[in-house]
């Protein structure tokens, strides 16, 4: 169908080894035979919680460095090698706002940033909220917090609220839900 659109590796190099990222310069052959350069960021991946309680749900705030300001956000974290995406989701609500739950269920899959990095960011729905301890890590400084539903999608709507994966998850259960 869209056979003409894709671009063909020939060779892959790895600029840059991090502890999150790689930076990647890859060689590839274009769909009319030209030649060309892409350059990406690798990513593991990683998984946000869209946790539900009554008609709020958890947010946290944390100093995003990339940005230089403090973020709004639903719970999320990178998944560790060989992890599946579920079992990040649980760690993360856990550890961030010291809750798990009942249900937890896929919500989606979003590229956040598909011009330069090959990230998958898997979304899941938590209802059913039980307190547990937070476990935050080491260099994790975040403050958790429940806000109205209507609330955050207000904020949205108004673009206080910036981050993709919040914007995705709360506008999906919003129209799902009828709000």
């Given at each position: 169908m869209d056979d003409n659109l894709i671009e063909k590796t020939i060779d892959s190099q790895e600029l840059y080894h991090g502890r999150i990222i790689n930076l990647k310069l890859d060689d590839v052959d274009l769909p009319d035979d030209n030649k060309a350069?892409?350059?990406?960021?690798?990513h593991p991946g990683g998984a946000a919680i869209l946790a539900i309680d009554g008609e709020d749900m958890w947010l946290v705030r944390q100093f995003r460095y990339p940005y230089k300001e403090i973020i709004e956000e639903i719970p999320a974290g990178k998944l560790e090698?060989?992890?599946?995406?579920?079992?990040?989701?649980?760690?993360?609500?856990?550890e961030e706002i010291g809750y798990d739950c009942d249900r937890i269920e896929p919500f989606g899959i979003i590229y956040p940033t598909p011009g330069y990095t090959n990230e998958h960011l898997y979304i899941f729905l938590a209802t059913g909220l039980k307190k547990r301890?937070?476990?935050?890590?080491?260099?994790?400084?975040?403050?958790?917090?429940?806000?109205?539903?209507?609330?955050v999608l207000d904020d949205i709507l108004k673009g206080k609220i910036?981050?993709?994966k919040t914007c995705y998850a709360v506008l999906k259960y919003s129209l799902l839900n009828k709000r």
């Open positions: 350069k892409r350059e990406y960021v690798e090698a060989g992890e599946e995406a579920i079992v990040t989701a649980e760690r993360e609500l856990i301890e937070t476990h935050l890590d080491e260099d994790e400084f975040i403050s958790a917090y429940k806000r109205p539903i209507k609330e910036k981050d993709s």
